[in-house]
Every structure is written in C-alpha cells, then in structure tokens.
C-alpha cells in the first residue's frame, strides 16, 4: 500500500478551496488539508458509505464539510454533484480539487467549469476509477473517456 503522493499542493495563493471526492481521493484530500494556509477557508463535498465511515480531517484553514452518504439514497448516482451544486462559494479565486469515480467527477467538472465559471487552470479534476469497470478496462479506455469529459466544458 502506497499513501498520496503529496504531487498536489494547494495554491498558497488562493482565495479559498475546493475538495471534493470519495473514499479513494480522501488520502489526498486529507495530505492537502494539511497544507491549507491557516484561516483560508475550504469547502469539502465527501461521498462515503454513512456516518460511521466519516474521517476526522485535520487543517489549519476554516474547514466546512459536507459528508454525502451512499446508504441514504442508493440508487443515486448524482449524490456528490446535488450537494456540491448546494455549496455556497465564498467570493475570490478558488483553487479545487476532484477526484474519485469517474462519473461523479465528470458531473462536478462540468458544473464547476461550465456552470460556476471555475478557470480550468485553477483546478485539479482526475477520475480515478469507474463504476462497473475493473482497474485493466479503466485503464484501457480512460484516455479517451478523459478526452470525450474535456468536450464537456
């Protein structure tokens, strides 16, 4: 088992964050909490399971999470985008980052990107695996799901 590679760091000089994901991105997400400059807020969207599988986060910044839960409504893949498109964002320049499954991540993209005007150069947006697909089959067809997404916004 390898922990985050730390690759992400967040823009010092940023007005305010953006971390959105799921259990796979919370590594990351947790490793660049940490780097947050005190007091910079940071808005999170964490899709997990349900309550008993919250994480406790540290950061020096003014962290706000919403944790979306799996269990509550199963059967709805637009969980993570419905509470994100309910987030409040402060004014300023953001820095974000999403990653997770890939069909979540898309649908938050192209809401950040098209919807809320999020300068693509100001964000990290990865998917890192896909519903329904073995790790060998994402692998195969992630470059070109990743060029089809960019079409999106």
């Known amino acids: 088992m390898v922990g985050p590679t730390g690759s992400f760091a967040p823009d010092p000089d940023a007005d305010w964050y953006l971390m959105v994901g799921d259990e796979s991105a919370l590594p990351a997400i947790a490793a660049s909490l940490e780097r947050i400059p005190h007091g910079r807020r940071v ?69 950040l990107l098209a919807d809320r005007g999020v300068p693509k150069d100001g964000a990290s947006i990865s998917p890192y695996w896909r519903r329904d697909y073995t790790d060998e089959r994402w692998r195969e067809i992630k470059a070109a799901w990743l060029a089809e997404s960019a079409q999106d916004a």
């Open 43 to 111: 808005l999170a969207a964490l899709v997990v399971d349900d309550g008993e599988s919250h994480l406790g986060l540290d950061c020096p910044g003014a962290l706000d999470v919403t944790w979306v839960h799996r269990a509550a409504d199963p059967d709805n893949p637009d969980q993570l985008l419905q509470a994100v498109e309910l987030l409040r964002f402060p004014a300023g320049r953001p820095h974000v980052f999403v990653h997770g499954e890939a069909g979540e991540v898309r649908a938050v993209r192209r809401h």
